[in-house]
């Protein structure tokens, strides 16, 4: 089975600080996700990857930026974090390629205040 | 673009009842279709899936849906609840991206 660990799993910090969210995989999936979860919306897809320093947005990149150096590791960072980015996010790879199956990690709860 | 609605935020049904939780998508393409499940304080784990093939797929625990193109439905069902079935559920279809509903949240009455 994939395996996926996400750190830190719970933050709280303050308006207008940078944050940095790591998800990081044990096998050799070129495709990387990151969403987020809010309640009566899903989940979200904020940006991808499909290999080392080859990302792209998602439908709410605004706020975030990402950045993967090494295969198992891809990055998520509030430059400066904000109310509205009080979330949980979760990570995922796709581990399927054709259909795009994906196998999500435990998730990050974060809260802004 | 794809995309997916799930009918009802909340379903709730009493332990041993039928569970069944709609799922309607948009596809300009024949859709691979995902039901996702999160248990309290968990990722999403998949139920199960329709890629090709027979349109009734089966998944863990006891459920199952059909991909129905003609109603571009793909629900899913359980023929008896049991209270450990309760968590929310994603219904998701890809095109390439991976497009999810809203989720319906599951409670189940003793």
């Known amino acids: 089975d994939a395996g996926i660990t996400q750190s830190p799993r719970h933050k709280v910090t303050e308006t207008g600080t940078p944050v940095t969210l790591r998800c990081h995989q044990t096998?050799?999936?070129?495709?990387m996700y990151w969403y987020r979860q809010d309640p009566g919306h899903g989940l979200r897809l904020i940006h991808y990857?499909?290999?080392?320093?080859?990302?792209d947005k998602g439908e709410v990149s605004d706020g975030y930026s990402v950045s993967r150096s090494k295969t198992e590791d891809f990055l998520l960072t509030l430059e400066s974090a904000t109310s509205s980015q009080t979330s949980v996010y979760f990570c995922?790879?796709?581990?399927?390629?054709?259909?795009?199956?994906?196998?999500f990690g435990p998730g990050t709860r974060l809260t802004v205040l | 673009a794809q995309s997916v609605t799930q009918l009802g935020s909340h379903v709730s049904v009493s332990e041993g009842a039928l569970v069944l939780l709609r799922c309607n998508y948009s596809?300009?393409?024949?859709?691979?279709l995902f039901w996702y499940v999160q248990y309290p304080n968990q990722g999403l784990q998949l139920l199960l899936k329709?890629?090709?093939?027979?349109?009734l797929v089966k998944g863990i625990n006891g459920f199952e849906a059909e991909f129905k193109k003609s109603e571009t439905s793909f629900h899913l069902t359980k023929p008896s609840a049991h209270m450990s079935d309760a968590a929310e559920y994603f219904c998701?279809?890809?095109?390439?991206?991976?497009?999810f509903g809203a989720g319906t949240r599951l409670t189940v009455k003793p």
């Open positions: 995922a790879i796709s581990v399927i390629r054709e259909t795009n199956e994906q196998f």
């Open positions: 096998e050799n999936h070129r495709y």
């Open positions: 990857s499909y290999g080392v320093k080859d990302t």
């Open positions: 596809s300009s393409v024949p859709p691979y």
């Open positions: 329709y890629t090709t093939g027979a349109t």
């Open positions: 998701a279809v890809s095109e390439g991206d991976m497009r």
